[in-house]
């Protein structure tokens, strides 16, 4: 993966795809956590509990079909939603996994974008937005280029925002047998 301040050193006639540009992995995850967070009351930030938590809500964003039909499952309505895959993601120990959250992750938090807690008596992970993530996050959910990310990021919060991480890996094995829990680890999730 790469920072898009490293583009122009890339040699002519090499593919640069926006999948492998760590800053729109990171607006996505900055939004992930504004819109589908809940706001915590002691500290009044927006935060996501646990790492399963947040990597399947970032899943049924980045797969809008396989939201819907969780929606049709759950017999929740939404609105219509942009339907492609904006990024794939692999099977993994606890459901679908991006290996970039190893670098997506750090690189927020070195930034002071993101402050990652862990909650030792829970052996949980809790993501919160700083100030300045929350300032930045609003901006791009303001604009035209994010605008039909963060419609689906409002409906998968009103759908599948108050289930915990556990749950959410639940419905997916349940749901998606066959598209997931049956791939083998590190297959990617068509």
Known sequence: MRS???????????????????????A???LLLLVCGSKEQK?????????????????????PAFFQRIAEELNK????????????MVRYHYGPWDNRYYQV?????????????????????KFFLTERGEDIAKALSETEEFSSLTENMRAVKRVLGS??????????????????????LGEAIE
């Open 28 to 30: 996505r995850l900055l």
């Open 163 to 184: 289930k915990s991480g556990n749950q959410l890996k639940n419905l997916i094995y349940q749901v998606f047998e066959e598209e997931v829990a049956e791939k083998r």
């Open 43 to 63: 500290t009044k930030r927006y935060k996501i509990d646990g790492l399963t938590k947040l990597a399947k809500l970032d899943f049924f964003v980045r797969y």
């Open 77 to 88: 309505l939404i609105p219509p939603i942009t339907k492609t895959v904006e990024s794939k």
């Open 105 to 125: 992750l750090p690189y927020l938090e070195a930034r002071d974008l993101i402050e990652i807690k862990k909650e030792l008596n829970l052996n949980q992970f």
């Open 4 to 26: 898009i301040n490293s583009i122009e050193k890339t040699p002519a006639g090499e593919t640069i795809s926006s999948d492998d540009i760590i800053e729109l992995h990171a």
